[in-house]
Nanobody, 130 residues
Framework: QVQVVESGGGSVQAGGSLRLSCAAA????????MAWFRQAPGKEREGVAA????????YLTYSVKGRFTVSQDNAKSTLSLQMNSLKEEDTGMYYC???????????????????????WGQGTQVTVSS
């Protein structure tokens, strides 16, 4: 069993920064991919960033490239999302998720379905205002 808990959301003005953290607990050695998803009001949830457990493959959705960075600690139990130059369209609920099946390139290329991530956090709200 794996548990993931997000922290670090909040409200910020456009152009500002926030850092989200996701702490995994339990059978963390079985995790092969950790990812951040977000859901804006009235929209479907989308994958934002992902990091494979080997630290080789990194995925960032196009709209956040150059602004967001994702990193993982050496213990592979914490996934951080540094969000800079935030825009109003970044507003939404951000979820951390862990997968035991999305390995390597699949993780780094975003070749997944949400169902591949069996463990989800409760989400943390990010609000960006003009």
């Amino acid at each position: 069993q794996v548990q993931v808990v997000e922290s670090g959301g909040g409200s910020v003005q456009a152009g500002g920064s926030l850092r989200l953290s996701c702490a995994a607990a339990g059978d963390v050695n079985s995790i092969v991919c950790m990812a951040w998803f977000r859901q804006a009001p009235g929209k479907e949830r989308e994958g934002v960033a992902a990091f494979d457990s080997a630290g080789v493959y990194l995925y960032l959705t196009y709209s956040v490239k150059g602004r967001f960075t994702v990193s993982q600690d050496n213990a592979k139990s914490t996934l951080s999302l540094q969000m800079n130059s935030l825009k109003e369209e970044d507003t939404g609920m951000y979820y951390c998720a862990a997968s035991l099946v999305v390995r390597g390139q699949r993780c780094g290329l975003g070749l997944w379905r949400e169902e591949d991530f069996g463990y989800w956090g409760q989400g943390t709200q990010v609000t960006v205002s003009s």
